[in-house]
Nanobody, 124 residues
Framework: QVQLVESGGGLVQAGDSLRLSCAASGRTFSSYGMAWVRQAPGKEREFVAAISLSGIGTYYSDSVKGRFTISRDNAKNTAYLQMDSRKPEDTAVYYC?????????????????WGQGTQVTVSL
């Protein structure tokens, strides 16, 4: 089992950059495929990005492709989401999620472990 804690959210202006972090407990972080998922007010959870065990493979939703970058540092048990060129529609609670195994999945239901979320608000 793995426990996840997100950090780095806040209020920023459109166009600014921000990096979210997801710290994982346990010594088997490298065994978990990781993802970021967001949920805007009144909407369902939306897949944002996923990364393979080694960090070489990544996959993004069309809404963030080219603007966001997912990465991981297995030595630090941490996953990241670099958010550039942000837009007001990126405002949401961002969740870190994990699943056993390295195949990249874009369905939120494929992930077994979730953090508590961090709020990101983008203003004009």
């Amino acid at each position: 089992q793995v426990q996840l804690v997100e950090s780095g959210g806040g209020l920023v202006q459109a166009g600014d950059s921000l990096r979210l972090s997801c710290a994982a407990s346990g010594r088997t972080f490298s065994s978990y495929g990781m993802a970021w998922v967001r949920q805007a007010p009144g909407k369902e959870r939306e897949f944002v990005a996923a990364i393979s065990l080694s960090g070489i493979g990544t996959y993004y939703s069309d809404s963030v492709k080219g603007r966001f970058t997912i990465s991981r540092d297995n030595a630090k048990n941490t996953a990241y989401l670099q958010m550039d060129s942000r837009k007001p529609e990126d405002t949401a609670v961002y969740y870190c999620a994990a699943k056993m195994g390295g195949s990249i999945r874009s369905k939120t239901t494929d992930y077994d472990y979730w953090g508590q979320g961090t709020q990101v608000t983008v203003s004009l």
